[in-house]
């Protein structure tokens, strides 16, 4: 459905997005997952054709999107990060006219509007003033207006940023029922829980680089360990990260010095706690916190990056 070959785009000498690479078959649900400013909008913004690529191509069901922009536009249905809708008009009239934007007639964007507003749960608003709803309800209908004409590949940027969770339950049960029925999705997050649940792959980016790409299963398999040892202290230094590294068989340790967390990997945490503990104490840390905690994706970008999802 979806083939990006070492893409790249620069603004004047910053580059943005590096040689990104990644294939996405028909059907699946592929999640881009990193914490802000990591390339994942620019990246997005140019497989839509909105933003022209320096070096690189992006093929969308075997066309260019430079050679073919508007094959590929009734291919793909866009959801961007910001609230894409008229706010002095209804649910009902921004949906017919972003269903006659995307080239349908009258009576087709007046049959579509009905199983969309289904779709997002919101038939019952359908003649309310977008103003009035709330920030959930406005995401609700702009998912709705990037499905107007059936897109095969639907592009999601970003879609539950600061909503309420009822509002952001809808919509991620709204996206699985859309897979399931065959849609093809590209869903941008910097919110873990969100990718696990609805993505098959994951493609993990940081600094305009895709650093790690596959399954759950296979990138959960690069983590060293299955568990790590998670430490909340007042203040630390190199010297003692060097003594907790000597004092026991760890492999990295992480710090992450705005929340005072330390991140300590070893092939067996429970093994090496007492004597990390032990060596905390005697280098004068005041330790406020330590648990092991079980590994996940947020643990591999970590691991990859040396910085949490969402710093």
Known sequence: MLEV??????????????????????????????????GKSTTISMICGLVPYDQGEVLVADQSVKK??????????????EIALYPTMSAKDNLLFW???????????????????????????????????????KRRINIGAALMHEPELLIMDEPTVGIDPQSR???????????????????TSHYMEEVEFLCNRVGIMDHGEVIAI????????????????????????KEAMKAMKEAANVTQIIY????????????????????IITTAVNLGLKIEAV??????LETLFLQLTGRSLRD
């Open 5 to 38: 070959i070492e893409l790249k785009k620069s603004y004047g000498k910053q580059e943005v997005v590096k040689n990104v690479s990644f294939t996405i078959k028909k059907g699946e649900s592929f999640g881009l997952l990193g914490p802000n400013g990591a």
């Open 68 to 81: 073919s922009p508007l094959f590929i536009k009734k291919k793909i249905g866009v959801v961007p990060q």
């Open 256 to 275: 992450q010095e705005e929340s005072g967390i330390i991140e300590i990997f070893a092939q067996n945490p429970q093994k090496v706690l007492g004597s």
């Open 99 to 137: 269903g006659k934007m995307y080239g349908l007639t009258g009576a087709q964007a007046k049959k579509r509007v009905g199983e969309v507003l289904e779709i997002v749960g919101l038939k019952d608003r359908e003649k309310d003033r977008i103003e009035t709803f709330s920030g959930g309800m």
């Open 214 to 237: 596959g399954t759950k299963a296979e990138l959960c398999s690069r983590i060293a360990g299955s568990s790590f040892i998670q430490m909340k202290v007042e203040s630390f230094s």
């Open 291 to 296: 648990e092991i905690k079980e590994s996940n």
């Open 169 to 187: 339950n809808h919509i991620l049960e709204t996206v699985k029922a859309l897979n399931e029925r065959g849609m093809t999705i590209i869903y």
